[in-house]
């Protein structure tokens, strides 16, 4: 009957991978190009920009490098963090200028205070900037400081704004498509692992094949990518004109990964359980020849319950199965009859089938629609 179950199991095909249209406008070719792009135009701009910030337009194009991230966002935040930063340099400078001299010790005094600012919380892009302003202002400005600190400051404007302004309105980058095909490739490695371990309960024993007994450390690792890739997709989305175009509620996928964490978690505990078992190292653990294929169909089916998860809502066909092939293991480690007054051979013997009968349930529980859902997270 468990065979059946298997036969039974819903098949999900994986799901297609980026287009090469949508790779490219996604991809560092696509801020590659728009950085050139805004460096040429503040190039051609700064020459135009009046008064004394005419003598310093190759600022410009620094200013423009400098507001270019992969989000808008995060462009308006480091451009404008970059602004503050430069205004704090010029100050500390000016500060020098009017109490002291430029010295070896005034200089590096200045430096010094404008690292510690430079580190603080609140100025976590650009902030590199205080110190190097203040440092071109004292060494490059010297007796026209005014002028140059004047120049520095209105040409790293005009190159910011030319780079938000090419980072506005050519494909300004939205990575929410990306991000939910990490979240199902996630699902793909999760489900294709478990499928592997329900090979191996099938192969000869000691089974050959064992990569996914050293398989825990890329789930972990795949997890924490799949939660920066949605972190950036919900970043891209803020003062971004497309995300009105392209509407999604990223608060289910951010439920979707924290079940996902769950059930990376019951797997890998499943993946040392059986692997004690079959190789005898970690800690002690059995199982017995007779409960590995039920143990390896409970493990297809659950992996197709997961895969499920890729085609939308999920199938509950998928994790009707799961259920069906769960309570036949359960029901069979229940109607053996050598159980009968060896309940200390019991606990041990079958600790491994009933070890992941348990991890099986509660991954199918992480898996369950919840009653309330994440609160969406839109714009």
């Known amino acids: 009957m468990a065979s059946d179950v298997s036969k039974r199991a819903l098949r999900v095909p994986r799901v297609p991978r980026v287009p090469l249209k949508k790779w490219v406008t996604h991809s560092r070719v696509l801020l590659a190009a728009k950085t050139a792009l805004a460096v040429g135009i503040a190039w051609l701009i700064a020459p135009l920009v009046p008064g004394v910030a005419d003598d310093y337009p190759y600022y410009a194009p620094l200013g423009a490098l400098v507001s270019m991230t992969p989000t808008m966002m995060g462009s308006v935040r480091t451009g404008?963090?970059?602004?503050?930063?430069?205004?704090?340099?010029?100050?500390?400078?000016?500060?020098?200028?009017?109490?002291?001299?430029?010295?070896?010790?005034?200089?590096?005094?200045?430096?010094?205070?404008?690292?510690?600012?430079?580190?603080?919380?609140?100025?976590?892009?650009?902030?590199?900037?205080?110190?190097?302003?203040?440092?071109?202002?004292?060494?490059?400005?010297?007796?026209?400081?005014?002028?140059?600190?004047?120049?520095?400051?209105?040409?790293?404007?005009?190159?910011?704004?030319?780079?938000?302004?090419?980072?506005?309105?050519?494909?300004?980058?939205?990575?929410?498509?990306?991000?939910?095909?990490?979240?199902?490739?996630?699902?793909?490695?999760?489900?294709?692992?478990?499928?592997?371990?329900?090979?191996?309960?099938?192969?000869?024993?000691?089974?050959?094949?064992?990569?996914?007994?050293?398989?825990?450390?890329?789930?972990?690792?795949?997890?924490?990518?799949?939660?920066?890739?949605?972190?950036?997709?919900?970043?891209?989305?803020?003062?971004?004109?497309?995300?009105?175009?392209?509407?999604?509620?990223?608060?289910?996928?951010?439920?979707?990964?924290?079940?996902?964490?769950?059930?990376?978690?019951?797997?890998?505990?499943?993946?040392?359980?059986?692997?004690?078992?079959?190789?005898?190292?970690?800690?002690?653990?059995?199982l017995p020849a007779d409960l590995r294929e039920p143990v390896s169909e409970v493990l297809k089916a659950v992996a197709d319950a997961i895969l499920a998860r890729n085609g939308g809502e999920g199938d509950p066909d998928a994790s009707t199965v799961a259920d069906e092939a769960l309570t036949m293991l359960l029901d069979r480690l229940d109607r053996l009859d050598w159980l009968d007054g060896r309940s200390d051979t019991v606990s041990s013997t079958l600790s491994a089938a009933l070890a992941v009968a348990m991890s099986a349930r509660r991954v199918l529980a992480a898996l369950a629609p919840k009653e309330q859902d994440a609160p969406a997270r839109t714009e």
């Open 80 to 286: 404008l963090q970059t602004l503050v930063g430069l205004g704090l340099g010029i100050v500390l400078a000016g500060a020098v200028l009017v109490l002291w001299e430029p010295n070896v010790f005034t200089i590096s005094l200045v430096v010094g205070i404008g690292m510690l600012i430079a580190g603080s919380r609140w100025l976590t892009a650009g902030g590199e900037y205080v110190p190097t302003a203040a440092l071109f202002v004292l060494i490059i400005g010297g007796a026209n400081a005014d002028n140059y600190s004047i120049g520095y400051l209105v040409q790293m404007a005009v190159g910011i704004v030319v780079g938000l302004a090419v980072n506005l309105l050519i494909f300004p980058p939205l990575t929410v498509t990306t991000a939910v095909l990490r979240l199902n490739e996630f699902r793909e490695l999760l489900a294709r692992h478990l499928n592997e371990m329900a090979s191996a309960l099938q192969e000869e024993w000691p089974p050959q094949t064992e990569d996914w007994a050293s398989r825990n450390d890329l789930l972990r690792a795949t997890s924490d990518g799949v939660r920066t890739a949605l972190h950036e997709a919900d970043e891209s989305r803020k003062a971004n004109p497309r995300a009105q175009l392209h509407k999604h509620d990223l608060g289910g996928d951010y439920a979707d990964l924290r079940a996902l964490d769950a059930v990376t978690f019951y797997v890998r505990d499943m993946t040392e359980v059986l692997a004690a078992s079959i190789w005898e190292r970690d800690f002690p653990a059995v």
